[in-house]
């Protein structure tokens, strides 16, 4: 139990183009979902929290109106890199939690490579 | 300002040994403390978790020590494999924010045969 998902696995865009990416939780519901960048070799930095029917709460220094965020049910959360350039390349993770409990279980990733 | 302090950021463990990984925290708020593994282009996996109620906890070769007063917090991994080759995170967590974690800088261990 507790599968998060991630689609796509890899994306490669070019700068200027916007990209989605979904997270699923398949076998639970997550009220929360949370967003996180990590660069080569580094260690996993928050974005964002994502509660399901209300706005996302960013951390400081990530821009909202580039890093748009959809929880729009339980068990999906959308992460979409507006007007996207080269520095935005990253390995992006979603995690989610169950309702009751602290754990979070995270999806594969999606690697974005913004050319 | 790091919350999570990690180290070493490598470790090189011949095989059978065991491999000890250090977390120190400073927010006391903290009551949840995972481990996560990850390996290349994956994204982690909750690994073994500990909350500051109890001082150690056991699943398998993987061990968490806690040490509430000094605000420390280690893994050991007992009888250390190849397959245990990978990054490991520890993390710390407030259980009123929402399961929100922050995360250490990771270890990268490779188990030599």
């Known amino acids: 139990g507790a599968v998060v998902s991630q689609h796509p696995s890899r994306v490669i865009c070019k700068s200027g183009t916007s990209v989605k990416i979904e997270c699923r939780s398949l076998?639970?519901?997550?009220?929360?979902m949370f967003w996180y960048r990590q660069f080569p070799k580094q260690s996993l930095m928050l974005m964002a929290t994502s509660n399901e029917g209300s706005k996302a709460t960013y951390e400081q220094g990530v821009e909202k109106d580039k890093f748009l965020i959809n929880h729009a049910s339980l068990t999906l959360s959308t992460l979409t890199v507006t007007s996207a350039h080269p520095e935005d390349s990253s390995f992006y993770i979603c995690?989610?939690?169950?309702?009751?409990?602290?754990?979070?279980?995270f999806g594969p990733g999606t690697r974005l490579l913004v050319l | 300002q790091q919350q999570v302090k990690q180290s070493p950021q490598s470790l090189i463990v011949q095989k059978g040994g065991i491999s000890i990984i250090n977390c120190a925290y400073e927010?006391?708020?903290?009551?949840?403390f995972p481990w996560y593994q990850q390996f290349p282009g994956k994204g982690p996996a909750l690994l073994i978790a500990i909350r500051p109620d109890v001082s150690e906890k056991k699943e398998g070769r993987f061990t968490i020590s806690f040490n509430k007063s000094a605000k420390q917090f280690s893994l050991h991994i007992m009888d250390s494999q190849p397959g245990d080759s990978a990054t490991y995170f520890c993390a710390a967590g407030d259980s009123g924010g929402y399961q929100k974690v922050t995360f250490g800088i990771g270890t990268k261990l490779q188990v030599i045969p």
């Open positions: 076998d639970f519901q997550a009220t929360t």
């Open positions: 995690s989610a939690g169950q309702t009751s409990g602290s754990e979070q279980y």
């Open positions: 927010n006391t708020a903290f009551d949840y």
